[in-house]
């Protein structure tokens, strides 16, 4: 797979379509499983990584499935080449930064992926444009029991999947909905609505995961706990948190169009002229003023911009895509110039932005 080809795509997260898309950018499924016959991975040898990693390949390389994915052995890639696969969100920073036999399967159209040897020997992943968390569940459901049918998970009667992390014991099931709640960020509600919902088991991250920084006014909510919970079950919890988050950033809009619309309406030109016209522009910038374009084009302030074009701009103007993007290595300063002339390319030039032409 080469990633200069890949980095021209638009993930199946970014698409822009779904359900509640205007809100919601993806729901993602997860699950961890490990393999009966190994330790799990801190207590694994350099040879019971090897192994894990060569029994995952060969199951699916027996797969129907597997003629349609590719394996890719992340030990031996760059830095770059890691970061670039995080950014697209079909790594973590834990794989990526983890020492030994490590790998990564990829559907070339991003809607899942398989982590070899991160925190548990396998961790897959779904991912879905929109809020379809019943869709994502079905698809993984169905990639797990023929994964299942070739490898031998570590499972009892009394616990369910046994996991690393006792807090994904039982179904190892995570879902994740990554939100764009720039209204809630506008009137100072997200702090007070998110530490309404840590109480209730809910954890809140930014767009590249545990750890990341709150750009782009892009959150990822997901269950905390697994365990005692069937998968129906943590579903139902996990939309019904959901459904109240897309009210509230949906209330919030509705609240700054009825404070001033002339206001808003100049606050986001106002960002669009900024990528518009730039000469040099941060990353951490540019998340910032895609985030206000994009209100304004879901609200009616803003037209003739797609919003799958604004979804992959989020992307595309990431250090390591920008890179892959060029053919080559590029400083800080030399990113900064390079990510507003593909800004002024894509933002301001109507055909580029057709999304049909991408």
Known sequence: ???????????????????????????????????????????????????????????????????????????????????????????????SEAEGARAVVLDPQERFSVMVNEEDHLRLQVMQSGLDLKAAWKRMNDLDDILESKLTYAFTRQLGYLTACPTNVG????????????????????????????????????????????????????????????????LERVSEVISRLIEYERKAREFLVEESRDDLHDHVSRALGILCTAKKISSEETMHYLSKVRMGVNMGLLESIPIPTVNKLFIQTQPAHLQKLCGHKLDVNARNTERANYLHQHLTDKDKSDPKRN
């Open 1 to 95: 797979m080469k990633f200069e080809q890949l980095a021209q795509q638009t993930g199946e997260w970014m698409r822009g379509n779904g359900p509640e898309s205007d809100i919601v950018m993806s729901s993602r499924v997860r699950l961890a499983r490990n393999l009966a016959d190994f330790p799990f991975i801190r207590k694994c040898t350099p040879q019971d990584r090897s192994a894990i990693a060569a029994n995952v390949r060969k199951a699916f390389e027996a797969l129907p499935l597997g003629e349609e994915t590719e394996y890719v052995d992340v030990a031996k890639l760059g830095d770059l080449d890691r970061q670039f696969l995080m950014e697209r969100q079909l790594i973590s920073h834990e794989l």
């Open 171 to 234: 179904t190892g099931l995570r879902i994740s909905v990554m939100l764009h709640l720039p209204a809630l960020v506008a009137t100072k509600q997200i702090d007070k609505v998110f530490r309404a919902f840590t109480k209730i088991n809910v954890a809140v991250r930014g767009l590249f995961g545990e750890g990341s920084q709150f750009m782009g006014d892009l959150y990822q909510v997901s269950n905390q706990m697994t365990l005692g919970k069937s998968e129906e079950q943590i």
